[in-house]
Every structure is written in C-alpha cells, then in structure tokens.
C-alpha cells in the first residue's frame, strides 16, 4: 500500500501483508492454547514448571470469548465463511462476533457488502443463519 493510501478497513484496505496474513479466531486459538497447556501439564511434573501468567490469561480469554467450543464446529464455521471468498481478516471478524442480522454483519464488516464480491442481502443473511445453525447444533 501506498504511503498516500490511507487505511481503511471498512473498504478493505488494510495493507497487502495484512491481507495476505492468516487470521485466526478466538475459537481457533483457544484449541492450540489448550492444547498446548495439556502438553504443558503432561510433561511437567515439577510444580515449579508452570505455565506463564500471560499464557494463562490468554487462554482465559480466548475460552471466554470464543462463540463455539467444539472444534468440529469451529472447523464447519471456518469452511462456510471460507466459501464466501471472504478476506482472512472479514471472515475472523464474523466468526468471532457472530452478527444476528445483515445490518450488524455490515455494520461490522463494511468490506463484505462493498468489495463488489456479489454479496447482497441474502447472500449474507444465508451465511448467517448457516453459522447460527452450526451454533445451534454445536
């Protein structure tokens, strides 16, 4: 991007490294950390080998703000976003904060409606309702 460009996320203009970076969501993130602190937990016997404080405060926050639990789910939400041709960056934002309406994906999301991607109002609301479902049945 340009020195001249100024960033604009709603409009998707975000910076190539930004757009050609792999997103992840909470849900994402809270698998491999808790993943990881059972590795931790089943090689270390010495109580003195304990998890930092920052790990630990970043797997609290992830679980708690992750919308699904089940990796299945999260792996169904990631597959269904992904074939919207979706940025990594518009597709975390949605899997994380799980719009109820078209307005609030929009709201949330500007880029989705005006990147020319042929995204109209049903087409998100489908998208939604897909993701409420996988919620749903979680």
Avoid: W
Avoid at 6 to 33: P, Q, R, T, W, Y
Avoid at 48 to 65: A, D, P, T, W
Avoid at 107 to 114: C, D, F, G, L, R
């Amino acid at each position: 991007m340009s020195g001249e460009e100024e960033e604009n996320a709603a409009e998707l203009k975000i910076g190539d490294e930004f757009l050609k970076a792999k997103c992840l969501m909470n849900c994402e993130v809270s698998l491999i950390l808790e993943h990881k602190f059972e590795q931790l937990q089943q090689m270390s016997d010495d109580p003195m080998n304990q998890v930092s404080q920052v790990f630990e405060k970043s797997l609290q926050y992830v679980k708690r703000f992750s919308r699904y639990k089940n990796p299945d789910a999260v792996r169904q939400v990631r597959e269904l976003l992904s074939r919207y041709q979706l940025a990594e960056f518009e597709l975390c934002v949605l899997g994380n904060l799980c719009p109820e309406t078209v307005e609030e994906a929009i709201a949330m999301v500007p880029s989705i409606k005006s990147r020319g991607r042929g995204h109209d109002d049903e087409a998100i609301e489908k998208m939604l309702n897909d993701m409420s479902l996988i919620k749903k049945f979680e």
